[in-house]
C-alpha cells in the first residue's frame, strides 16, 4: 500500500483535473488584486489631500459670499450675512475656523508718488489675522500713528504690472519697489477727512482685497464711518479639504459662491471615490466567486475519491489528519497566490509614486499599512473557509 499522504497525494491529483484548481487560483489572484488596489487606491488618494508634502496653504481658505441675482439688485441687505447664517457656517464639520471680513464705511483714496501718476479710488478691509498669510512685524497700528501697514492681493500688481502699466506706458514695478513707495492714503466721511501714509507690507494670494489691520479698521469706521457695526457680506472659512463635495454641496444648497479654482476638484474626487469603491466591489465579488470555486473543488475532490478516504479510515486515518494534510496541499497555493498579488501591487504603487512625484504629488513608493493588512486578512479568510470546507466534506464522506 502506498504510504499515507502519497495516498491522500493521489486522490487530490485523481479527484478531478487541475482546469477547476486553475480558475480557482486566477479568480483569487485577481480578487486580491483589486481588492489591494482599491485599499492602496484609498491610501495614496488621503495622501494627496491631507499628506504634508502636498499641503497647499492658500488652498485652506476660502472667501464666500452670496450670490448676486436680478432680485438683490438695490438690496444690499440681502448680500450681507446674518447671525444665524454666520454660525450656521461655523457648525459644520468641514469648517475649522470662520472670521468675518469687515469693509470700511468712508471712502478712501490712493495716490502713488513721484512720476506714477497713479490715483484711484479704492476700499479697504479687516480679517483676524489668523486668516492672513503674510507675517511681518510691520502688521500693526495704533491711534495716533500716521502710517497704516497695507496689504495688497497679488492679483492687483499684475493687472498693474501687466495691464495698465503696458496701456498707459508706465514703468512696471517690482514687489520690492511697490514695499519702499510711500502711498498717499486719504480716507473721508463727508466733511471729515484724514491723511496717512500707507506702507505695503506684503502681497496675498489667499484674500484678493486691499487689507489693512483690524485695530486701524475699527478705530477709521468708529470716527469716519456710521458709527454701528454693519453685518460683514463676505466671510472667509479654514478647510482642511476645499475639494469635500459635503462643502460645495453646502455652498450651492444656500446660494453662497466662492472661488471656483478652489473647489473645482471636487466633482474629481467625487469620481475617484465612486471609482475606488467600484473596484473594490469587483474585488469582493472576484474573492466571493474564488472561495466559491475552491469549496466546490474540494467538495468534489473528497465526493470523487469517497472509498479512498472510508479506506484510510478504516485503515486508521483520524479525519483530522485528512483534513491537516489536505490542507498542506492546498494552503502553499494561497500564500504564493496572495504574495504575487502583494508584489503586483507594490510594483504599481512603486511606479504610481514615480509618475505622480513628476507633477510634485507625492505618495509613498510602498503599500500602506491598511493594504497589507487586507492581504493577510483575506489569505486568513480563504484558510478558514477551505478548512471549514474539509471539515465538513470528510465529516460526510468518511
Request: charged share 15%; glycine share 6%; proline share 4%.
Given at each position: 500500500?502506498?504510504?499515507?499522504?502519497?495516498?491522500?497525494?493521489?486522490?487530490?491529483?485523481?479527484?478531478?483535473?487541475?482546469?477547476?484548481?486553475?480558475?480557482?487560483?486566477?479568480?483569487?489572484?485577481?480578487?486580491?488584486?483589486?481588492?489591494?488596489?482599491?485599499?492602496?487606491?484609498?491610501?495614496?488618494?488621503?495622501?494627496?489631500?491631507?499628506?504634508?508634502?502636498?499641503?497647499?496653504?492658500?488652498?485652506?481658505?476660502?472667501?464666500?459670499?452670496?450670490?448676486?441675482?436680478?432680485?438683490?439688485?438695490?438690496?444690499?441687505?440681502?448680500?450681507?450675512?446674518?447671525?444665524?447664517?454666520?454660525?450656521?457656517?461655523?457648525?459644520?464639520?468641514?469648517?475649522?475656523?470662520?472670521?468675518?471680513?469687515?469693509?470700511?464705511?468712508?471712502?478712501?483714496?490712493?495716490?502713488a508718488p513721484g512720476d506714477l501718476q497713479f490715483y484711484t479710488d479704492m476700499f479697504f478691509e479687516s480679517v483676524p489675522d489668523s486668516f492672513i498669510d503674510v507675517r511681518n512685524e510691520a502688521w500693526q497700528w495704533q491711534e495716533g500713528s500716521t502710517t497704516i501697514p497695507i496689504i495688497l492681493p497679488n492679483d492687483f500688481l499684475n493687472l498693474y504690472n501687466f495691464g495698465f502699466a503696458l496701456s498707459q506706458s508706465l514703468p512696471q514695478i517690482?514687489?520690492?519697489?511697490?514695499?519702499?513707495?510711500?502711498?498717499?492714503?486719504?480716507?473721508?466721511?463727508?466733511?471729515?477727512?484724514?491723511?496717512?501714509?500707507?506702507?505695503?507690507?506684503?502681497?496675498?494670494?489667499?484674500?484678493?482685497?486691499?487689507?489693512?489691520?483690524?485695530?486701524?479698521?475699527?478705530?477709521?469706521?468708529?470716527?469716519?464711518?456710521?458709527?454701528?457695526?454693519?453685518?460683514?457680506?463676505?466671510?472667509?472659512?479654514?478647510?482642511?479639504?476645499?475639494?469635500?463635495?459635503?462643502?460645495?454641496?453646502?455652498?450651492?444648497?444656500?446660494?453662497?459662491?466662492?472661488?471656483?479654482?478652489?473647489?473645482?476638484?471636487?466633482?474629481?474626487?467625487?469620481?475617484?471615490?465612486?471609482?475606488?469603491?467600484?473596484?473594490?466591489?469587483?474585488?469582493?465579488?472576484?474573492?466571493?466567486?474564488?472561495?466559491?470555486?475552491?469549496?466546490?473543488?474540494?467538495?468534489?475532490?473528497?465526493?470523487?475519491?469517497?472509498?479512498?478516504?472510508?479506506?484510510?479510515?478504516?485503515?486508521?486515518?483520524?479525519?483530522?489528519?485528512?483534513?491537516?494534510?489536505?490542507?498542506?496541499?492546498?494552503?502553499?497555493?494561497?500564500?504564493?497566490?496572495?504574495?504575487?498579488?502583494?508584489?503586483?501591487?507594490?510594483?504599481?504603487?512603486?511606479?504610481?509614486?514615480?509618475?505622480?512625484?513628476?507633477?510634485?504629488?507625492?505618495?509613498?513608493?510602498?503599500?500602506?499599512?491598511?493594504?497589507?493588512?487586507?492581504?493577510?486578512?483575506?489569505?486568513?479568510?480563504?484558510?478558514?473557509?477551505?478548512?471549514?470546507?474539509?471539515?465538513?466534506?470528510?465529516?460526510?464522506?468518511?
Amino acid at each position: 500500500m502506498l504510504p499515507f499522504f502519497q495516498l491522500l497525494k493521489k486522490i487530490i491529483q485523481t479527484g478531478i483535473g487541475k482546469g477547476r484548481l486553475a480558475m480557482a487560483t486566477v479568480g483569487l489572484g485577481i480578487a486580491m488584486v483589486l481588492l489591494l488596489i482599491a485599499f492602496q487606491a484609498h491610501t495614496n488618494f488621503n495622501q494627496l489631500l491631507h499628506g504634508q508634502q502636498n499641503q497647499n496653504e492658500s488652498a485652506d481658505f476660502l472667501v464666500v459670499n452670496k450670490k448676486i441675482t436680478n432680485d438683490m439688485m438695490g438690496q444690499s441687505a440681502r448680500s450681507m450675512f446674518t447671525p444665524e447664517e454666520l454660525a450656521q457656517i461655523k457648525q459644520q464639520s468641514f469648517v475649522e475656523a470662520a472670521g468675518y471680513i469687515t469693509s470700511s464705511q468712508f471712502k478712501v483714496t490712493a495716490a502713488a508718488p513721484g512720476d506714477l501718476q497713479f490715483y484711484t479710488d479704492m476700499f479697504f478691509e479687516s480679517v483676524p489675522d489668523s486668516f492672513i498669510d503674510v507675517r511681518n512685524e510691520a502688521w500693526q497700528w495704533q491711534e495716533g500713528s500716521t502710517t497704516i501697514p497695507i496689504i495688497l492681493p497679488n492679483d492687483f500688481l499684475n493687472l498693474y504690472n501687466f495691464g495698465f502699466a503696458l496701456s498707459q506706458s508706465l514703468p512696471q514695478i517690482s514687489q520690492e519697489t511697490v514695499k519702499n513707495l510711500p502711498v498717499k492714503i486719504t480716507i473721508s466721511k463727508g466733511l471729515l477727512s484724514a491723511q496717512f501714509t500707507g506702507r505695503i507690507v506684503g502681497f496675498s494670494d489667499r484674500i484678493s482685497s486691499f487689507l489693512v489691520p483690524a485695530s486701524f479698521m475699527s478705530w477709521a469706521n468708529n470716527l469716519y464711518g456710521n458709527g454701528t457695526a454693519t453685518a460683514p457680506s463676505r466671510v472667509v472659512i479654514k478647510t482642511s479639504d476645499p475639494a469635500n463635495p459635503a462643502l460645495v454641496q453646502f455652498l450651492d444648497d444656500h446660494g453662497y459662491t466662492t472661488n471656483q479654482d478652489k473647489i473645482k476638484y471636487s466633482k474629481t474626487k467625487l469620481i475617484v471615490q465612486t471609482i475606488v469603491s467600484v473596484i473594490g466591489f469587483f474585488g469582493v465579488v472576484l474573492l466571493l466567486f474564488a472561495l466559491l470555486v475552491f469549496s466546490m473543488f474540494i467538495q468534489l475532490v473528497i465526493a470523487s475519491c469517497k472509498k479512498e478516504i472510508q479506506l484510510l479510515v478504516m485503515l486508521g486515518a483520524a479525519p483530522r489528519q485528512l483534513r491537516r494534510h489536505l490542507m498542506r496541499q492546498l494552503a502553499p497555493l494561497y500564500l504564493v497566490t496572495g504574495l504575487l498579488a502583494l508584489v503586483l501591487v507594490t510594483a504599481l504603487q512603486w511606479w504610481a509614486a514615480r509618475t505622480l512625484a513628476a507633477h510634485e504629488m507625492f505618495v509613498s513608493p510602498w503599500p500602506g499599512a491598511g493594504t497589507l493588512i487586507a492581504a493577510a486578512v483575506v489569505l486568513l479568510l480563504v484558510y478558514w473557509v477551505n478548512s471549514s470546507s474539509i471539515r465538513k466534506y470528510i465529516a460526510q464522506n468518511s
